[in-house]
């Protein structure tokens, strides 16, 4: 299993550029987040979708937009980039059930995509 | 004041040292997760507790949910557990991220 594959993992852009993230898991996981990583914070949550078809604003979701049209897929949007969406962003997916079960809630990372805005 | 504080922030310790990193959470959870991070790398997790302990090889994880906090251990540290360390809490399906515990091991 690849687990949670995330694309292009490094990018610059120029202020005005858009861009997508790409964010593809196959362990067939319900949840899926994006997270924001900048210097000495933690990871902050952009967008999180519950399933296929369905997206919610998270901390940070300004300048972003997310679709979820299938379970696999969660792409990150960035439109009009400026130098403040400079950081490291990655994608993550979890599986949850309300039957409770004690295993479900596991966080699976991907590598992470370093973006650059000049 | 963050709703998850880890202790240290840095820390520096000898090969073959035991090391302890601490978390402290100001919010009601359904579990708490350690995650490392390499250097330039992912993140992967280590444990997923609700209660008790946990042990992984000489890792080993604990939580008192009475008092809100939560201690990671390294037994025997190695140069190759050089990495941060990274607290999170979680309620029903949101995760609130420390900022971290970066720990280097010399040789």
């Known amino acids: 299993n690849a687990g949670v594959t995330q694309t292009p993992k490094f990018r610059i852009l120029k202020i005005g550029q858009s861009m997508t993230l790409q964010c593809t898991q196959d362990m067939n996981h319900n949840y899926m987040y994006w997270y924001r990583q900048d210097p000495g914070m933690g990871l902050k949550l952009i967008y999180y979708s519950v399933g296929a078809g369905i997206t919610d604003k998270g901390e940070v979701p300004n300048g972003y937009n997310v679709s979820r049209s299938t379970t696999e897929d969660f792409p990150l949007r960035l439109e009009l980039a400026a130098p403040s969406q400079t950081s490291v962003y990655f994608c993550a997916s979890s599986y949850f059930t309300d039957r409770g079960y004690l295993n479900t809630g596991e966080l699976f990372f991907g590598e992470g995509s370093r973006l650059t805005v000049l | 004041k963050n709703e998850v504080e880890q202790s240290p922030q840095n820390l520096t310790a000898q090969e073959g040292e035991f090391i302890t990193i601490n978390c402290s959470y100001s919010?009601?959870?359904?579990?708490l997760h350690w995650l490392q991070q390499h250097p330039g790398g992912g993140i992967v997790s280590l444990f997923m507790l609700s209660s008790g302990k946990k042990k992984h090889g000489r890792l080993i994880a604990t939580i008192n949910i009475q008092e809100k906090h939560s201690s990671l251990h390294i037994t025997a540290s190695h140069p190759r557990d050089s990495a941060v360390y990274i607290c999170?809490?979680?309620?029903?399906?949101?995760?609130?991220f420390g900022t971290g515990t970066r720990l280097k091991v010399l040789a």
């Open positions: 999170a809490v979680r309620g029903t399906y949101k995760y609130i």
């Open positions: 919010v009601g959870i359904s579990a």
